[in-house]
C-alpha cells in the first residue's frame, strides 16, 4: 500500500511541475501538504530522518547525498528504498 502511495506521488509531482510551470501566479510561502519546505528539508536532512531520492531525468548534476533513479527505473528499484525513514523525491 505505502508503494502504491509512494508511485502514485511520484507521478503526481511530475505531472504537477508541468502544470506549475505554466502558471503565472506567484509561489505560496508554504509548502503544500506533500512537498516540504527548504528548511524543513535541511532540518530533517541534518537529523539522518530521510532518505533523499532524485528522479529527474535527463540531468547533468546530481543531488549531494541523494540517491538518482530516474523516475521511468523506479519500479525497478523499489526494493532498494529503505523502509525506516520517510523517503523526499526530487522530481523538478
Not at 508554504?30 to 512537498?35: G, T
Not at 538518482?68 to 528504498?81: N, S, V
Amino acid at each position: 500500500m505505502k508503494r502504491r502511495l509512494f508511485l502514485a506521488t511520484l507521478l503526481a509531482c511530475a505531472a504537477l511541475t508541468g502544470a506549475r510551470a505554466s502558471a503565472q501566479e506567484p509561489q505560496p510561502q508554504e509548502a503544500p501538504a506533500d512537498r516540504i519546505t527548504l528548511e524543513e528539508f535541511t532540518r530533517l536532512r541534518a537529523a539522518g530522518k530521510i532518505f533523499v531520492l532524485d528522479v529527474r531525468s535527463g540531468i547533468d548534476r546530481k543531488i549531494k547525498g541523494a540517491t538518482y533513479i530516474p523516475l521511468g527505473d523506479l519500479e525497478a528499484h523499489l526494493a532498494d528504498l529503505p523502509r525506516d525513514r520517510e523517503i523526499v523525491t526530487y522530481c523538478s
